[in-house]
Protein backbone atom coordinates (compact mmCIF):
# COMPACT_ATOMS: atom_id res chain seq x y z
CA UNK A 1 0.00 0.00 0.00
CA UNK A 2 2.91 2.36 0.90
CA UNK A 3 4.23 1.83 -2.78
CA UNK A 4 0.82 3.23 -4.30
CA UNK A 5 0.58 6.22 -1.67
CA UNK A 6 4.19 7.50 -3.18
CA UNK A 7 2.61 7.25 -6.42
CA UNK A 8 -0.68 9.93 -5.52
CA UNK A 9 0.91 12.89 -5.98
CA UNK A 10 2.76 12.16 -9.06
CA UNK A 11 -0.78 10.55 -10.58
CA UNK A 12 -3.11 13.51 -9.09
CA UNK A 13 -1.27 15.93 -11.10
CA UNK A 14 -1.54 14.48 -14.32
CA UNK A 15 -5.12 13.28 -12.97
CA UNK A 16 -5.47 17.45 -12.91
CA UNK A 17 -3.78 18.30 -16.31
CA UNK A 18 -6.28 15.85 -17.78
CA UNK A 19 -8.98 17.90 -16.45
CA UNK A 20 -8.36 20.96 -16.95
CA UNK A 21 -7.41 20.64 -21.38
CA UNK A 22 -10.82 21.87 -22.78
CA UNK A 23 -12.89 19.27 -23.93
CA UNK A 24 -16.92 18.27 -23.83
CA UNK A 25 -16.10 17.92 -20.04
CA UNK A 26 -15.31 21.46 -19.73
CA UNK A 27 -17.61 22.80 -22.61
CA UNK A 28 -20.45 20.88 -20.57
CA UNK A 29 -19.78 22.18 -17.40
CA UNK A 30 -19.12 25.81 -18.46
CA UNK A 31 -22.61 25.22 -20.36
CA UNK A 32 -24.14 24.46 -17.40
CA UNK A 33 -22.96 27.22 -15.13
CA UNK A 34 -23.63 29.84 -17.80
CA UNK A 35 -26.77 28.87 -18.88
CA UNK A 36 -28.53 27.05 -16.12
CA UNK A 37 -26.73 28.06 -12.69
CA UNK A 38 -24.45 26.38 -10.58
CA UNK A 39 -26.86 24.11 -8.83
CA UNK A 40 -26.88 22.58 -11.73
CA UNK A 41 -23.39 22.97 -12.81
CA UNK A 42 -22.58 21.28 -9.41
CA UNK A 43 -25.31 18.26 -10.45
CA UNK A 44 -24.00 17.59 -13.88
CA UNK A 45 -20.14 17.67 -11.99
CA UNK A 46 -21.64 14.93 -9.98
CA UNK A 47 -22.53 12.69 -12.73
CA UNK A 48 -19.21 13.31 -14.22
CA UNK A 49 -17.30 12.03 -11.59
CA UNK A 50 -19.43 9.12 -11.07
CA UNK A 51 -18.41 7.96 -14.69
CA UNK A 52 -14.60 8.30 -13.48
CA UNK A 53 -15.46 6.21 -11.25
CA UNK A 54 -17.21 3.82 -13.86
CA UNK A 55 -14.25 3.97 -16.03
CA UNK A 56 -12.32 3.04 -13.13
CA UNK A 57 -14.05 -0.02 -12.38
CA UNK A 58 -14.63 -1.22 -15.59
CA UNK A 59 -11.04 -1.39 -16.39
CA UNK A 60 -10.13 -2.83 -13.22
CA UNK A 61 -12.33 -5.90 -13.28
CA UNK A 62 -11.19 -7.06 -16.92
CA UNK A 63 -9.45 -4.83 -19.47
CA UNK A 64 -5.98 -3.51 -17.76
CA UNK A 65 -5.73 -7.06 -16.56
CA UNK A 66 -5.85 -9.04 -20.38
CA UNK A 67 -3.82 -6.02 -21.62
CA UNK A 68 -1.20 -6.18 -18.81
CA UNK A 69 -0.68 -9.96 -19.74
CA UNK A 70 -1.03 -9.82 -23.47
CA UNK A 71 1.77 -7.31 -25.59
CA UNK A 72 -0.54 -7.96 -28.25
CA UNK A 73 -3.47 -7.02 -27.05
CA UNK A 74 -1.97 -3.84 -25.50
CA UNK A 75 -0.47 -2.62 -28.46
CA UNK A 76 -3.85 -2.58 -30.31
CA UNK A 77 -5.49 -0.57 -27.95
CA UNK A 78 -2.01 1.82 -27.58
CA UNK A 79 -2.24 2.26 -31.59
CA UNK A 80 -6.17 2.00 -31.94
CA UNK A 81 -6.39 4.93 -28.86
CA UNK A 82 -3.50 6.75 -29.92
CA UNK A 83 -5.37 7.28 -33.91
CA UNK A 84 -8.42 7.68 -32.67
CA UNK A 85 -7.11 10.43 -30.57
CA UNK A 86 -5.17 12.17 -33.59
CA UNK A 87 -8.60 11.93 -35.25
CA UNK A 88 -10.15 13.62 -32.34
CA UNK A 89 -7.84 16.66 -32.32
CA UNK A 90 -7.93 16.78 -35.93
CA UNK A 91 -11.74 16.91 -35.48
CA UNK A 92 -11.76 19.73 -33.09
CA UNK A 93 -8.93 21.64 -35.06
CA UNK A 94 -11.45 21.69 -37.55
CA UNK A 95 -14.61 23.14 -35.28
CA UNK A 96 -12.22 26.44 -35.37
CA UNK A 97 -13.74 27.83 -38.61
CA UNK A 98 -17.07 27.94 -36.31
CA UNK A 99 -17.61 31.16 -34.72
CA UNK A 100 -17.26 29.76 -31.65
CA UNK A 101 -15.32 26.95 -32.06
CA UNK A 102 -16.39 23.99 -30.03
CA UNK A 103 -17.67 25.65 -26.98
CA UNK A 104 -21.06 27.62 -28.12
CA UNK A 105 -23.27 27.77 -25.17
CA UNK A 106 -26.48 28.93 -27.12
CA UNK A 107 -29.38 26.74 -26.38
CA UNK A 108 -31.37 25.68 -22.62
CA UNK A 109 -29.06 23.48 -20.17
CA UNK A 110 -30.45 20.91 -18.15
CA UNK A 111 -31.49 22.01 -14.58
CA UNK A 112 -33.69 19.30 -13.26
CA UNK A 113 -31.68 17.12 -10.14
CA UNK A 114 -31.81 13.96 -12.32
CA UNK A 115 -31.55 15.30 -15.59
CA UNK A 116 -28.06 17.16 -14.99
CA UNK A 117 -26.97 14.12 -13.29
CA UNK A 118 -27.57 12.30 -16.33
CA UNK A 119 -25.61 14.48 -18.41
CA UNK A 120 -22.79 14.93 -16.56
CA UNK A 121 -22.98 11.23 -16.69
CA UNK A 122 -23.28 10.80 -20.11
CA UNK A 123 -20.85 13.34 -21.01
CA UNK A 124 -18.27 10.87 -19.48
CA UNK A 125 -18.91 7.83 -20.41
CA UNK A 126 -19.04 8.58 -23.93
CA UNK A 127 -15.88 10.57 -23.10
CA UNK A 128 -12.49 9.07 -25.23
CA UNK A 129 -10.20 10.93 -23.05
CA UNK A 130 -11.57 8.96 -19.77
CA UNK A 131 -11.80 5.76 -21.86
CA UNK A 132 -8.51 5.96 -22.76
CA UNK A 133 -6.84 7.26 -19.67
CA UNK A 134 -9.10 4.57 -17.46
CA UNK A 135 -8.28 1.50 -19.93
CA UNK A 136 -4.43 2.37 -21.12
CA UNK A 137 -2.85 4.76 -18.67
CA UNK A 138 -4.12 4.30 -14.92
CA UNK A 139 -2.19 0.71 -15.16
CA UNK A 140 0.99 2.35 -15.47
CA UNK A 141 0.86 4.10 -12.29
CA UNK A 142 -0.14 0.82 -10.36
CA UNK A 143 3.37 -0.69 -8.59
CA UNK A 144 4.26 -4.05 -9.96
CA UNK A 145 3.56 -5.50 -6.20
CA UNK A 146 0.28 -3.94 -5.79
CA UNK A 147 -2.91 -5.83 -6.88
CA UNK A 148 -3.62 -4.52 -10.66
CA UNK A 149 -7.18 -4.12 -10.34
CA UNK A 150 -7.65 -3.00 -6.50
CA UNK A 151 -4.70 -0.12 -8.01
CA UNK A 152 -6.47 0.83 -11.18
CA UNK A 153 -9.94 1.46 -9.24
CA UNK A 154 -8.28 3.64 -5.78
CA UNK A 155 -6.31 5.69 -8.86
CA UNK A 156 -9.89 6.01 -10.64
CA UNK A 157 -11.47 7.45 -7.30
CA UNK A 158 -8.48 9.62 -6.69
CA UNK A 159 -9.21 11.14 -10.62
CA UNK A 160 -12.38 11.63 -9.81
CA UNK A 161 -11.81 13.88 -7.10
CA UNK A 162 -9.22 15.59 -8.39
CA UNK A 163 -11.76 16.63 -11.43
CA UNK A 164 -14.52 17.11 -9.16
CA UNK A 165 -12.23 19.69 -7.38
CA UNK A 166 -11.13 21.26 -10.51
CA UNK A 167 -14.23 21.46 -12.19
CA UNK A 168 -15.53 22.72 -8.22
CA UNK A 169 -13.03 25.89 -9.00
CA UNK A 170 -13.81 26.44 -12.68
CA UNK A 171 -17.96 26.44 -11.63
CA UNK A 172 -16.84 29.49 -8.67
CA UNK A 173 -14.89 31.48 -11.09
CA UNK A 174 -17.47 30.97 -13.80
CA UNK A 175 -19.24 34.25 -12.88
CA UNK A 176 -16.32 36.70 -13.37
CA UNK A 177 -15.13 35.00 -16.29
CA UNK A 178 -18.43 35.03 -18.24
CA UNK A 179 -17.60 38.25 -19.79
CA UNK A 180 -14.39 37.00 -21.37
CA UNK A 181 -16.18 33.93 -22.14
CA UNK A 182 -18.55 35.24 -24.20
CA UNK A 183 -16.01 36.07 -27.21
CA UNK A 184 -15.73 34.25 -29.67
CA UNK A 185 -11.65 34.64 -29.63
CA UNK A 186 -11.82 33.41 -26.31
CA UNK A 187 -13.76 30.30 -27.14
CA UNK A 188 -12.04 29.34 -30.18
CA UNK A 189 -8.78 29.50 -28.18
CA UNK A 190 -10.02 27.10 -25.67
CA UNK A 191 -11.18 25.02 -28.79
CA UNK A 192 -7.42 25.08 -29.90
CA UNK A 193 -5.94 24.32 -26.94
CA UNK A 194 -8.30 21.56 -26.59
CA UNK A 195 -7.16 19.87 -29.62
CA UNK A 196 -3.19 20.61 -28.53
CA UNK A 197 -3.90 18.68 -25.08
CA UNK A 198 -5.41 15.69 -26.97
CA UNK A 199 -2.64 15.77 -29.62
CA UNK A 200 -0.54 15.65 -26.06
CA UNK A 201 -2.43 12.95 -24.37
CA UNK A 202 -1.63 10.47 -27.90
CA UNK A 203 1.62 11.80 -28.00
CA UNK A 204 2.06 10.00 -24.19
CA UNK A 205 0.47 7.01 -24.54
CA UNK A 206 2.09 6.50 -28.10
CA UNK A 207 5.50 6.45 -25.98
CA UNK A 208 4.00 4.71 -23.48
CA UNK A 209 4.82 0.91 -22.21
CA UNK A 210 2.99 -1.90 -21.14
CA UNK A 211 3.35 -2.50 -16.99
Known amino acids: MLELLKIIPAFALTSLLLAIVPGQGVAMVLRQSIVGGRRAAFVSV ?3 SSGLVIWGAASAIGLS ?3 AHSHTAYSVLKYTGVAFLVFLSLQTL ?6 YGKF ?3 G ?6 GAAYRLGLLTNLTNVKAAVFAVAFIPQFVPKSFSLGLGIFILGCVQALV ?3 WYT ?4 VVDKASVQLAKPKV ?7 SAAGILFLAATLLFASPR
Open 46 to 48: AGN
Open 65 to 67: EVF
Open 94 to 99: MTLRNE
Open 104 to 106: DYD
Open 108 to 113: SAKTGI
Open 163 to 165: STS
Open 169 to 172: FLIS
Open 187 to 193: RRALTAF
